[in-house]
């Protein structure tokens, strides 16, 4: 009897510890997404959904085939559009932040744009840089769409973590004969790193929106992006190559989230709190 | 009040010409932005080698002295003097206030880094504080890897790598349990017989103050300045059995009863009755 309930909870552990294990992580929402695939590709056979309503998930694996090379072109537009915006936005915000830092003056001068910029919805300013830039060279308009909406967020960031320096810290490095530039580069800068590393965590995913807003706003034609071409696949009824376009879009996104949180392991994991495993 | 008094005169021993002090703070006074007067009329000498600890309510203005000291902060009127050349200076804090991001050896190396002092030099002298605080082993380890009492270690390893003849302690301990806080109290008395340093030491403890130094400076509340002076004539060598002893109990009972004496009368009026009763 006793033996028996000790087996009964040693079981209940294992499975309990299993769910907790690094290989059962993962595998928990794959399950969940391939149930719902099921379900899916269940829903649009059986019950008669209309393909242009819903395609199924096997008809837009198919569009992905049919249509590979259109579709990996699309995304490298995309992506390379995105990953230039989310670079630039870094080297941008970081720069700016770190001219705050050593000029108050320039910070309440500049910094209020930067909020106007911000807060000012990019589909509004699409149209007007478009045509400033010029329809024939849409892949800078993209760009200059998408860094302006990847650039807050990282010159926000980084300009109060270069603020959150401990006072007490800086007294010392001055006490012990630190210059201006010391300070910047051997507490400012590493202060703001966690701070910088959270912001492009969110910069990342903007600079991908931002690029997907500025194709649907500003691409009539000549852009080439994954958005566009969920435009013109709409237009023309073709359900599943949107979606396969859709899919490619999200998978991109997932993709720049992992590898900015591998970033943000890789920098942060020796010191920080946030990188710090609990003890088992 | 009579025993206050007969304690008291021992003041007058800074009168010997022989020597220079090393700090002479000549009639310092601070307001801070918004006219709030953090301390007033500071009148202190500190003696070479001297172990000065610095005593008073929260809020009195010590560590807004010792920032003028350091020369963190300027005050708004009188002079800080170091008769004899300004000395290096080392500085710790209540907070170890290392950096998260260095290892042991490497925070400790800082001050060495930012003097411009080249690589393994700067390793070889940090490592030999890092060994002289106990801490020999743990080189390499990051801050959110060493106890509170491990990290105030290495916050006191590097004040030592810079090699100053001045210490500065704000409260260095007051974050600590007990008993690392005697051990660490122990080990501080060593390093300055030791190195021959003039410490000076911010506490609110009593006991602490009255273990460590060979001076006691009782300040007044705000805004602060001092209430009286108390030279210990204790022994250097100081251990357990003076923690117990009879003239250690004497020299607290001695340093409280001019705390409490600051706290209640710091006053304008009671401070000319003391300085009166004295002369
Ligand atoms: N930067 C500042 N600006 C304005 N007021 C300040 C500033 N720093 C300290 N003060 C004020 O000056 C007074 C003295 O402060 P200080 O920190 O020197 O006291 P303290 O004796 O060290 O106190 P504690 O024992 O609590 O550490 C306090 O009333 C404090 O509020
Ligand atoms: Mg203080």
């Known amino acids: 009897m006793d033996e028996r309930t000790n087996d009964l909870e040693a079981a209940r552990r294992a499975v309990w510890r299993l769910s907790g294990t690094n290989l059962a992580k993962p595998l928990i929402p794959l399950v969940v997404g391939m149930i719902v695939l099921g379900l899916w590709q269940g829903l649009t056979q059986y019950d008669h959904v209309s393909p242009i309503v819903l395609p199924s998930p096997l008809a837009i694996a198919h569009a992905l085939v049919n249509h590979w090379q259109q579709l990996l072109f699309a995304s490298w537009t995309t992506l390379s559009i995105t990953l230039a915006a989310f670079v630039l936005a870094v080297i941008g915000g970081v720069a700016l932040a770190v001219l705050f830092s050593l000029s108050r003056l320039l910070e309440h001068a500049l910094y209020p744009y930067a909020i106007v910029l911000q807060v000012t919805p990019v589909i509004a300013i699409a149209p007007i840089i478009t045509i400033w ?72 995913g903007l600079a991908l ?51 900015l949180s591998a970033l943000e392991w890789l920098l942060l994991r020796r010191w920080h709190e946030s990188a710090l495993k609990k003890p088992q | 009040m009579i025993q206050f008094v007969c304690y008291s005169y021992n003041l007058g021993e800074s009168g010997d010409v022989t020597t220079m002090p090393l700090l002479r703070l000549h009639r310092i006074a601070k307001t801070y932005d918004g006219g709030l007067a953090a301390i007033r009329r500071l009148e202190l000498d500190v003696e070479r080698g001297d172990f000065v600890s610095l005593i008073g309510p929260s809020g009195c203005g010590k560590s807004t002295a010792l920032r003028i000291i350091a020369g963190l902060m300027a005050p708004s009127e009188g002079a800080v003097g170091f008769p004899e050349g300004r000395p290096g200076i080392g500085f710790v804090f209540q907070e170890p206030t290392l950096m998260p991001w260095r290892d042991a050896l490497s925070n400790t190396a800082l001050p060495l880094a930012l003097r411009g002092v080249p690589g393994s030099e700067a390793q ?14 743990f080189e390499h380890s990051y801050p959110r890897a060493l106890s509170g009492g491990m990290k105030m270690r290495v916050s006191i390893a590097r004040a030592l790598a810079s090699a100053p003849r001045l210490l500065l302690m704000d409260e260095p301990f007051a974050a600590l349990d007990e008993l690392t806080r005697q051990q660490l109290n122990d080990d501080l008395l060593k390093l300055w017989r030791e190195d021959g340093l003039t410490v000076i030491f911010v506490t609110h403890s009593v006991f602490e103050s009255t273990y460590l130094s060979q001076k006691v400076v009782v300040m007044t509340p705000r805004p602060g300045r001092i209430f009286d002076e108390i030279r210990l004539t204790a022994p250097l060598e100081r251990d357990e059995t003076y923690r117990l002893s009879a003239e250690f109990s004497a020299d607290a009972t001695k340093v409280s009863r001019a705390l409490k004496l600051a706290m209640q009368d710091g006053s304008e009026a009671a401070y000319h009755n003391h300085t009166s009763a004295m002369a």
């Open chain 1, 209 to 259: 929106i931002g690029t997907v807003v500025a194709e649907f706003a500003a691409g009539t034609g000549t852009a080439t992006g994954l958005a566009w071409t969920i435009t013109l696949a709409t237009r023309n009824l073709q359900m599943a190559e949107a979606f396969a376009a859709l899919a490619l879009l999200s998978l991109l996104g997932i993709a720049l989230f992992f590898s």
């Open chain 1, 133 to 204: 830039i010029g329809y024939d060279r849409i892949d800078l308009v993209l760009l200059v769409l998408a860094w302006i909406v990847a650039f807050f967020p990282i010159l926000a960031n980084t300009t109060l973590g270069l603020r959150s320096a401990d006072h007490n810290l800086i007294d010392l490095m001055r006490l012990y004969g630190a210059n201006r530039w010391q300070i910047l580069t051997r507490l400012q800068l590493p202060t703001a790193l966690p701070f910088l590393v959270s912001a492009m965590k969110v910069s990342g």
């Open chain 2, 124 to 137: 070889m002298r940090a490592r030999e504080a890092l060994r002289r605080v106990g801490l020999a082993g």
